[in-house]
C-alpha cells in the first residue's frame, strides 16, 4: 500500500469525538433527550414544518415550477390563506392543508421576508 492510501484509510478512520461519546458505557446512561440538548437540535417535527414552510415560499413566489391549483391558495384577510377543509383524516394531515395551518401562525414580519434566507432565519426556533 503506497504512502497516499495509507493517508486516505487514516483520514477515514478518525471518527468524531461525539460517535466514541455515542459508543461508550455513558451513552447507556444517559437519555436521548440531553444528547439532543448538548447538540442543540431542533426536533425532528420543527424541521420537517421549517422545510415544508420554506417550500411553500418558494411556490407563492415562483422561485420552484410546481403547478398549484389556485383553490390550495385561495387568499384570506390579513395575508392568511383559507383553511382547506378536507373530510377524510388522509387528507387532513397532507401538505397543503398542514402548511397552510402552519403558514398561518406565521407573524407578518417573517411572511414578509426578501429572500428565502431570510424566511429560515426568521422561523421561530425550538431546541430541546
Known sequence: ?????????????????????????????SSVTDMLKN??????????RNARLVLLLQIISGEVDIPVDPEYLEEGRRGRYKHLDYKQQQYQHSYYPETIRDWNTLSADVKASKSVVAFKSNLPKNYY
Open 39 to 48: 447538540l442543540k437540535w431542533e426536533p425532528l417535527n420543527d424541521r420537517r
Open 1 to 29: 500500500m503506497n504512502a497516499a492510501c495509507r493517508e486516505i484509510q487514516h483520514k477515514c478512520e478518525i471518527k468524531p469525538p461525539e460517535i466514541d461519546t455515542f459508543r461508550s458505557n455513558e451513552c447507556r446512561r
